[in-house]
Every structure is written in structure tokens, then in C-alpha cells.
């Protein structure tokens, strides 16, 4: 059974620093990864897709990084701003109808 | 371009009263659609998946139940509410079974509360 760790499970910051959010999984058989920010009492946005084949994608100062074999992705966020202020979350697609969500980061970035 | 809607945004139902909440897509064709639901401070859980018309699989024992009567069509019901089914209920979809590179996109959810 897939198991979707994220760590830190919070993190407040001043602006402009970069950040590292963490997410381990249990099960590296996945097709793919992807990462969601989801803003209070909203749905969750999607940020960026990794492919099992790919080792990273960016977009804009968002850059995910994929390690399937052990287990590992990571976000940075380059030069956090207030409005980077929001919940993060990784998913593993485990099957192909199927993701596993952990339970989030919950950042804060303070202007 | 894609577009996911899902209502209502919120709605308060007292215990043992019915459950209808609905979702739809546009702009694409037999997507695979999902509801999860995301208790007060966990993870999301999925509940149902769909992968086409009247093709259903539930992922928990649980109160609640799901029909895609049309392609691009979800709904997620109740005959009588718990307590225990108020949470924050999404939508999602993504491309069908077989294109395992696609993303997967949500609606903004529905605040059940029983009360």
C-alpha cells in the first residue's frame, strides 16, 4: 500500500527566502508525480506534473525534482513571496486511475 | 480549454436527510473522474473513481454513493447523512485509463456539514 509522507507539515518564512518542501512514498512503481498548492477552503490547483521517466520539471520559480528509485520528490520555491502563502501537496499516481495524496506542507511566507 | 465545475460551494444538512452533489466537465471526452474527500486536518481520500458511463468502483466501505449518469458527468449521493460524512468534498478528473502522463484537475469543492 502507497504511503505519501510530506515534510515539514508547516513552515513560515520570511519573504524572499528559498524553500525546500519534501515528499516521500513508499511505493516507487508510480506513473507519475504531481504537485498541488491548495489555498484555504478552495479545491487544490495543480503546479507541475513529473513523469516517471523525467528526474524534473520547472515552472516559473517552481522546480520539482523526482527520485522514483528511492522514493523522493522535492519543490523549490525560489524567492518566496506572500502570495506563495498556501497548503502544498504531493500526489503519486500509483495506478492509472489512481493518486495518493500526503498530507501537505502548510506554508506561510510573512512580507 | 478544460473547465471542472462542481456545487454547491457549501451546504449544511441536518443528519438522515438526502445527499445530492454534482459534478461536470467540459472540454474533453471520457475523462476519469474521481470524488475525494478531505476531513478536518487529513489527507485527501479518494472515495470513488470512474472511468466511464455507469463504470464505478468505490474505494471505502462508507454512507455514500456515486453515478455518472453522462461522460462528463459525476454525482455523488446519499440516501441519509452521518455526522461523520461532513468534510470538504472534490472533483476531479483526468485523461482516461491508458494515458498515464496526464494531469490530474480539480474542481473547488463543496463544504458538506451535517449537523
Known amino acids: 500500500k502507497q504511503e505519501v509522507t510530506q515534510i515539514p507539515a508547516a513552515l513560515s518564512v520570511p519573504e524572499g527566502e528559498n524553500l525546500v518542501l519534501n515528499c516521500s512514498f513508499t511505493d516507487s512503481a508510480i506513473y507519475n508525480l504531481q504537485w498541488f498548492r491548495q489555498d484555504p477552503g478552495k479545491g487544490l490547483t495543480s503546479l507541475l506534473l513529473i513523469q516517471s521517466s523525467q528526474r524534473e520539471q520547472t515552472s516559473g520559480r517552481l522546480n520539482a525534482s523526482l527520485d522514483k528509485s528511492s522514493g523522493r520528490s522535492t519543490l523549490y520555491i525560489a524567492a518566496s513571496q506572500p502570495g506563495d502563502s498556501a497548503t502544498y501537496l504531493c500526489?503519486?499516481?500509483?495506478?492509472?486511475?489512481?493518486?495518493?495524496f500526503g498530507t501537505g506542507t502548510r506554508l506561510k511566507v510573512l512580507a | 480549454s478544460q473547465t471542472i465545475h462542481q456545487w454547491p460551494a457549501t451546504l449544511v444538512q441536518p443528519v438522515g436527510s438526502p445527499l445530492s452533489l454534482e459534478c461536470t466537465v467540459e472540454?474533453?471526452?471520457?475523462?476519469?473522474l474521481y470524488w475525494y474527500r478531505q476531513a478536518a486536518g487529513r489527507g485527501l481520500q479518494l472515495l470513488f473513481y470512474?472511468?466511464?458511463?455507469?463504470?464505478i468502483s468505490s474505494e471505502v466501505p462508507q454512507n455514500l454513493s456515486a453515478s455518472r449518469p453522462q461522460d462528463r458527468q459525476f454525482i455523488l449521493s446519499s440516501k441519509k447523512l452521518l455526522l461523520s460524512d461532513s468534510g470538504f468534498y472534490l472533483c476531479a478528473w483526468s485523461n482516461a485509463q491508458g494515458v498515464a502522463g496526464t494531469e490530474a484537475f480539480f474542481g473547488q469543492g463543496t463544504r458538506l456539514t451535517v449537523v
Open positions: 500526489a503519486p499516481r500509483v495506478r492509472a486511475y489512481k493518486y495518493i
Open positions: 470512474s472511468i466511464g458511463i455507469d463504470q
Open positions: 472540454g474533453t471526452s471520457n475523462p476519469n
